[in-house]
């Protein structure tokens, strides 16, 4: 044995090197190539443009740097090489392709490894990017040559070219009656009358129709009709959804925003902007901050939030990715997220890129000025009170503020006196021994408590009371001397209550406090929170400790004590760790209110130095002082902020406020693993578009919402063609009911491709060049030939186009769930159309088993205020649907709504017969008319005029008039609004 293995070596040993190289390459370009051109090229190669895990098979380079889990190949050693265990799927974690190869091309792999791994290919290979994107959606955007010469609107001659070249014939135009109804239910969801309908019919202008559909665009119902569209689009509700389907009582004001945007038609490219990131493009508006609530249109896993928030914040963000992307350029990025998209040219770093853009923002409700003027008082003095906080000499002295504390000082009167009260009882709830002193002090001492509250009974001797004063005095019994007991002598004060019991009371009358001061404020714990009502938040003083302090509570007004009064001061202390008080004395004075403030020891001093004698740093100490007083004073006197749910920086939630400081630092992760970070990603956007840079470079000091901004530009460029063909065909499927590519969120390869491509793209170019003007597109088409068509059925596009793709006639189109209710509305007169505000509670509510309530939508009183108003004012509960609008499709808004499905069930029809909704509104139907005619058969004929909007035919009126008498008229109203007629708009 020993010598057949000698002999083996010395034949290698005499072989030439060069052969068995050859001999090696040989059987790698004949059996190992093509298992990896086969099976492997697709996720991991240069021609595909697809890195998964940074691992490249297709160059020899490329397997011995390996991926993020190290080489993949160890020459000579297939049992240590990760190639191989992944195809043998022995490692659960480790198992690729997905669908094992054969035994057979295991076995050549394996015996290729083995052998050394020979491999010839020394060259990088070059990515065939050409291929990847060459697709319509993503080829640059030029304005293709409009079919044919002359007036012709553009839209027909594309559409009547293609249909030419089919051997086809456009429909003839539908008469004004359909046309008028097509036009309202199109560009305003809205049912026309009966005096509408007669109007236009009977209008013989050469322009009525043109002037119809100007008329119907300046409308502010037009807004609320396309605002829902693009509700859906972004997936928008009232409630989080989830397993905890909370309120979102500040919702709305987005969907107001829409409302009112759309309805001025402002520019596309300024739309994107503004929802994006109108905290950037509009620092000075705060009016905008509102647009915001796209960022928090979508779903929030609140129970995710509070038990795995590092999952939760992974996937909240893909749904934020996935909503803006699907939403603005048609495209599927969020499918890039565990690997390089498999069908179109978008990389996981791509993907990733664009969560780095939202690492900065949280969900809740975003505070703002609704009114300009406010927003700006509120900017100056919140400016001033940040510059008083940092001793900022160069804002604090300016003229106009020198002015301030001069005013200040001449109008002060001499300095308050105050009287010190004599605690009548003082109990501690936390078992402190409490000790009253000779000056009225109330000293602590014995085991100090977790936390405790004091609770202080006075008798005061004075009549009037503006404010009340409370000492922190240091004593040598406590740490540091105090003044708290607290290890390090702090303190933390978390809420402060004042009573007021006249004699004879039976409970006391708790005292609005007007304002908070104090001579020291521990940075983050402010005399404020002890004002509050939030628990976790408290007064503090320290490093200031060994020395004493003060606070003064300002009343909202003077307090006139009748003889006997008590006053009751509770002093709570909950933040743990013995944050006590520990030495205290309670004074009160009936000074002016503008001269009680609390006034540092230091400034003290200065004021009675003569103004013409204080050093700069005196007047800066001095005027830090006075002008934070004045500041918070003023900006206590502005009206309270509107609030919107949204996504920013900073955000109220149940978590509290969410504030990031810097966006979180975003990894790319392998195959999307939370567990499996690799590199740091930084924002950018999709690598397809050659056109437009595919990351963000900013610097690091830049504000989280610049990422935001810089995605927006990305969008909003003029050269992205996606944005421009996802808007245009967009507004082409809201109109016809199908765009001109049938997937409006999926411009890629797995969705549809335009039955129009050269209309489709003279489409964009003309709203990209109109200044983004919907309504410029909107008139187009509505103008167009094509829009006016009939729709008869014809017989001969039945085998040639059933789906109407080239639109040689109008598709008839079944109401949506909002149009269907809002017509019922309106067809008996009820329809309210007070726009704005707060959404209509269309149901009751009782507690559930968690926070998710129980909605009961068949106890809600059809007659109370707002049941009348229009649907897009309905409050949405994301997760337990309204039934009558679920019958009519109304989507689910836990996910994005780009179109809305179609069902046509006996459980429908059933719920449009029997819900109670039509058969309270068919009763109200039925009492109008009889208001209006007194004879059955004139009862009759109104309600198919309001409903059908025509005269009924001679045998309709017979048989309705027959079921009217045997049935009552409340039965008629129900069939007329189950009607085809009235449920289909043709």
């Not at 001033?384 to 001069?406: F, G, I, M, S």
């Not at 920013?648 to 392998?670: C, D, S, T, W, Y």
């Not at 989280?704 to 003029?718: I, V």
């Not at 045997?966 to 009235?982: I, K, P």
Request: charged share 20%; hydrophobic share 40%; net charge neutral.
């Amino acid at each position: 044995m020993n010598g057949i293995r000698f002999a083996l070596i010395l034949v290698l040993c005499l072989c030439p090197r060069h052969s068995l190289q050859a001999d090696g390459d040989q059987f790698f370009r004949e059996a190992v190539e093509p298992i990896l051109k086969q099976h492997c090229y697709d996720c991991h190669s240069h021609t595909a443009g697809v890195m998964e895990g940074d691992l490249t098979l297709d160059w020899q380079s490329g397997w011995k740097k390996g991926g993020s889990r190290g080489p993949a190949i160890v020459p000579g050693q297939p049992e240590q090489s990760l190639l191989i265990k992944a195809v043998q799927h022995t490692d659960p974690n480790l198992k690729m392709p997905d669908e094992k190869l054969s035994d057979q091309q295991i076995a050549i792999l394996t015996k290729w490894v083995q052998q050394g791994a020979s491999d010839p290919r020394i060259q990088k290979p070059q990515a065939d990017t050409k291929a990847a994107l060459d697709w319509w959606s993503l080829k640059p955007l030029n304005r293709p040559t409009v079919p044919g010469a002359g007036n012709t609107n553009p839209i027909d001659a594309f559409i009547q070219d293609r249909l030419r070249q089919q051997g086809l014939k456009p429909a003839p135009p539908a008469d004004r009656r359909t046309l008028i109804r097509r036009l309202m239910y199109d560009l305003q969801g809205m049912h026309p009358t009966p005096a509408e309908v007669e109007a236009f019919v009977n209008d013989k202008r050469p322009d009525a129709y043109a002037q119809l559909v100007d008329q119907l665009l300046a409308s502010p119902r037009y807004g609320e009709r396309w605002a829902r569209h693009w509700l859906d689009t972004i997936h928008f509700a009232d409630s989080h959804g989830f397993e905890h389907d909370v309120f979102r009582p500040h919702a709305w004001r987005f969907r107001d925003y829409v409302i009112e945007r759309f309805n001025q038609d402002i520019p596309w490219a300024r739309f994107i902007r503004e929802q994006l990131a109108a905290d950037s493009f509009y620092p000075d508006a705060s009016e905008l901050t509102v647009a915001l609530g796209f960022l928090g249109a979508g779903p929030y896993d609140q129970s995710a939030a509070a038990t795995a928030p590092k999952s939760f914040e992974y996937l909240d963000r893909d749904d934020l990715v996935t909503q803006t992307m699907g939403a603005f350029v048609s495209t599927t990025a969020n499918c890039a997220r565990c690997h390089t998209h498999k069908f179109d040219p978008i990389t996981q770093s791509d993907y990733f890129s664009l969560q780095a853009v939202f690492a900065g923002v949280g969900k809740g409700d975003v505070s703002y000025d609704a009114e300009p003027a406010v927003a700006q008082q509120r900017k100056k003095w919140e400016s001033l009170h940040q510059a008083a906080l940092a001793n900022n000499a160069t804002v604090l002295l300016k003229p106009e503020y020198d002015r301030l504390v001069t005013e200040w000082e001449q109008q002060r009167g001499p300095e308050p006196k105050w009287h010190v009260l004599q605690p009548k009882t003082f109990v501690s709830n936390g078992g402190a021994e409490l000790k009253r002193q000779p000056d009225q002090s109330i000293l602590a001492s014995g085991p100090a408590p977790e936390q405790e509250s004091i609770l202080v009974t006075t008798q005061p001797e004075q009549n009037t009371i503006t404010a009340v004063r409370l000492d922190l005095l240091t004593d040598p019994s406590l740490p540091h001397q105090g003044p708290g007991r607290a290890h390090n002598g702090n303190l933390h004060l978390n809420e402060v209550e004042i009573r007021l019991f006249p004699p004879e009371a039976t409970e006391g009358q708790k005292l609005t406090i007007k304002r908070a001061t104090a001579d020291f404020n521990q940075e983050g714990w402010t005399i404020q929170h002890a004002l509050d009502g939030n628990p976790k938040t408290a007064w503090g003083i320290y490093p200031k400790v060994g020395v004493s302090h003060y606070a003064v509570f300002e009343l909202q007004s003077p307090l006139n004590l009748e003889p006997g009064t008590r006053l009751v001061v509770s002093l709570k202390q909950v933040h743990g760790g013995a944050h006590l008080i520990g030495r205290f004395k309670l004074s009160v004075t009936d000074a002016a209110q503008l001269d009680v403030i609390a006034l540092p020891a230091e400034a003290e001093a200065i004021l009675k130095i003569p103004a013409d004698q204080r050093t700069p740093a005196q007047q800066t100490t001095l005027a830090a002082v006075i002008l934070k007083n004045r500041a918070e004073q003023e900006l206590a006197q502005l009206p309270a902020q509107a609030k919107v749910y949204a996504a920013a920086a900073e955000a109220a939630n149940e978590r509290g406020m969410v504030k990031f400081a810097q966006p979180r630092e975003i990894h790319l992760l392998a195959r999307g693993n939370l567990e499996k970070p690799r590199g740091v990603v930084g924002p950018g956007a999709l690598s397809a578009l050659p056109s437009l840079p595919a990351r963000f470079d900013q610097p690091k000091q830049q504000p989280e919402a610049a990422r935001r901004a810089a995605l927006a530009d990305w969008l909003a460029d003029p050269q992205n063609p996606l944005t421009w063909r996802s808007i245009a065909n967009r507004v082409w499927h809201y109109h016809f009911g199908k765009g001109l590519c049938d997937t409006p969120n999926d411009f890629g390869r797995m969705g549809g491709t335009p039955s129009h491509p050269e209309l489709l793209d003279w489409l964009a170019c003309e709203l990209r060049d109109h200044n983004g003007s919907l309504k410029h597109l909107h008139r187009l088409i509505c103008n167009s030939q094509t829009y006016q068509q009939s729709s008869a059925f014809r017989s001969e596009l039945s085998k040639i186009d059933p789906e109407n793709r080239l639109l040689a006639r109008w598709s008839r189109q079944r109401l949506d769930a909002d149009s269907y209710r809002d017509a019922v509305l309106r067809v008996n007169g009820t329809l309210d159309l007070t726009m704005g505000g707060p959404g209509v509670q269309q149901f009751t509510q009782s507690p559930g088993p968690q926070a998710t309530p129980v909605l009961h939508y068949d106890q809600f009183d059809l007659d109370s205020p707002g049941a009348y108003r229009r649907s897009i004012y309905r409050v949405v509960w994301r997760g337990i649907p309204d039934p009558l609008m679920d019958a009519l499709d109304f989507p689910d808004l836990g996910l994005l709504a780009p179109v809305r499905g179609f069902s046509a069930s006996p459980l429908q029809s059933l719920v449009l017969w029997n819900n109670r909704f039509v058969l309270h509104h068919a009763q109200k139907l039925a009492e109008r008319t009889r208001k209006a005619q007194p004879m059955i058969s004139d009862q009759v004929r109104q309600i198919v005029l309001w409903a059908w909007l025509r005269e009924p035919a001679e045998d309709e009126q017979r048989q309705l008039t027959q079921l009217a008498e045997q049935h009552g008229l409340e039965t008629v109203a129900r069939l007329v609004m189950n009607s085809n007629e009235f449920l289909f708009v043709e």
